[in-house]
């Protein structure tokens, strides 16, 4: 669909927030030319970009079938 939509998708979608993770596939026609828009467009939003395994906390946490991620609780006996 083109660059602009490709930018758009990613810098106005209504899950965006803090811990997103954006995938890009390797063979997607626009994506080499949006690139630098969309990381350029996050920054201003003020987002960090960080490696993906800077994301995910391993312990006292698990994921959900969504791959949202909640603190274990302890147990309180």
């Given at each position: 669909?083109?660059?602009?939509?490709?930018v758009?998708?990613v810098?106005?979608?209504?899950?965006?927030?803090?811990?997103?993770?954006?995938?890009?596939h390797?063979?997607?026609?626009?994506?080499?030319?949006?690139?630098?828009?969309?990381?350029?467009?996050?920054k201003?939003k003020?987002?960090?970009?960080?490696?993906?395994?800077?994301?995910?906390?391993?312990?006292?946490y698990?994921?959900?079938?969504?791959?949202?991620?909640?603190?274990?609780r302890?147990?309180?006996?």
């Amino acid at each position: 669909m083109g660059v602009e939509h490709e930018v758009n998708q990613v810098l106005n979608h209504k899950h965006l927030g803090n811990g997103s993770i954006i995938l890009f596939h390797n063979d997607a026609e626009y994506t080499p030319d949006a690139l630098d828009t969309i990381l350029k467009g996050l920054k201003s939003k003020g987002y960090e970009i960080v490696p993906v395994g800077e994301l995910i906390h391993k312990d006292n946490y698990y994921m959900d079938y969504q791959g949202r991620q909640f603190c274990k609780r302890k147990n309180r006996n």
